[in-house]
């Protein structure tokens, strides 16, 4: 009789949760696996709305989260508190997605205690360790670690196999995250997002999102600026909807800044489902985060992405996502473009996103199943 796999998901964030629950949900329906679940709680309140929202129990939660913990600090507790676990669950794999700290320590601990590790989202690179700061490193230490590569696409294998990874170990899947928001988009539109909808009127949407570590300082203060110069100068025309960070280093920089700025709406950090119909009803969407490089081509939203290096050059190629640094002119210029000239926007919106067909889940699950 062929033994039970046991793989255990370890997720620390709330994108890591959104991009896990399709592969968890998975892989507790596929015979011949027993599916459990670790959280670190790297980011609790995020975290927890997205384990509620696809009906994820963890069976062990770290409960890691301090306040205004160094990189150190949380890497620290997650090998002190994961360690145990993985000693006493014993799994034969662990899967973990992305490029956080979770995923670093674990695939580390993974290692240390010789256990199978299964890298979701592998493969992405800048070719700059600074850029995206930490996840660049985050997701190399993963990717020496790993023993199957789950590249979302055919770029992020080629970088695979340009650092010497056997091809036999590498899965061009797709990435879950499209599974993930075709389930939560066919869900209802939270009421508090139907009435900001209807408050906006004619006003185009333009969604931003900006927190990650390498814009703290002066790069979101240029933002900023960017966002106050396109809210004067479109007026009624438009409405920018910035869910900001709870962040220190966010907060108390965009606050100050657009506060009281007409036509721009600062909101609490949204949960995920808000957020995806917040980003299916966008014109335009300004980010610097990842995720939503990948999220809102999938509804034919262009993106503009406010960092120096991106490491999802598909969409660039693609054509759905445009990398527009951090200073106040560029945004600026590739934000009137797109909406001055329709040919320009419909160019970007018609575009096929290239980040996969909503069935990377079953492909990692089968996977599992079938590794030798």
């Not at 709680?41 to 913990?69: G, K, Y």
């Not at 090998?79 to 034969?92: E, Q």
């Not at 390498?214 to 100068?233: H, M, R, V, W, Y």
């Amino acid at each position: 009789m062929k033994k039970t796999i046991r793989v255990l998901s370890v997720i620390g964030t709330r994108p890591e949760a959104v991009k896990m629950a399709p592969v968890v949900q998975r892989l507790a329906q596929t015979p011949g696996i027993q599916s459990l679940v670790c959280v670190t709680a790297q980011h609790r309140e995020m975290l927890d709305q997205v384990l509620n929202l696809f009906e994820l129990t963890p069976d062990v939660d770290l409960d890691l989260m301090q306040p205004d913990q160094s990189l150190a600090q949380i890497t620290a507790a997650i090998f002190t508190h994961l360690d145990p676990v993985l000693k006493d669950l014993k799994p034969d794999w662990i899967l973990a997605q992305g490029d956080t700290t979770t995923v670093m320590a674990t695939a580390l601990l993974a290692y240390y205690n010789r256990i199978k590790f299964g890298h979701v989202e592998a493969g992405l690179r800048t070719g700059d360790k600074f850029q995206p700061f930490p996840e660049e490193v985050n997701r190399m230490v993963a990717g020496i670690a790993a023993d199957l590569h789950f590249a979302p696409t055919e770029w992020s294998r080629q970088n695979l196999l340009k650092e010497n990874i056997p091809a036999g170990r590498i899965l061009v899947t797709g990435n879950p995250v499209i599974d993930a928001l075709r389930q939560a988009a066919g869900k209802p539109v939270p009421p508090e997002i139907t009435r900001l909808l209807e408050s906006l009127g004619a006003s185009k949407l333009i969604l931003v999102t900006a927190h990650r570590r390498e814009n703290f300082g002066q790069p979101l203060e240029n933002i900023c600026d960017a966002l106050k110069s396109l809210a004067e100068t479109y007026g009624e025309k438009i409405h920018l909807v910035y869910p900001v960070h709870l962040n220190p280093n966010v907060k108390n920089v965009v606050y100050p800044r657009l506060g009281n700025q007409p036509h721009i709406t600062l909101l609490p950090p949204l949960d995920y489902l808000p957020l995806v119909h917040l980003m299916k009803h966008s014109t335009l969407v300004l980010t610097d985060s990842g995720g939503i490089q990948e999220e809102a081509p999938g509804f034919g939203v262009p993106v503009l992405v406010m960092r120096a290096a991106t490491e999802r050059p598909e969409g660039i190629a693609a054509g759905t996502v445009k990398l527009v640094g951090t200073q106040t002119a560029d945004i600026v210029a590739a934000a009137r473009r797109l909406l001055d000239d329709p040919r320009e926007h419909e160019k970007m919106a018609r575009a096929a996103n290239p980040y996969g067909d909503g069935h990377a889940s079953e492909r990692i699950a089968q996977a599992i199943l079938d590794y030798v």
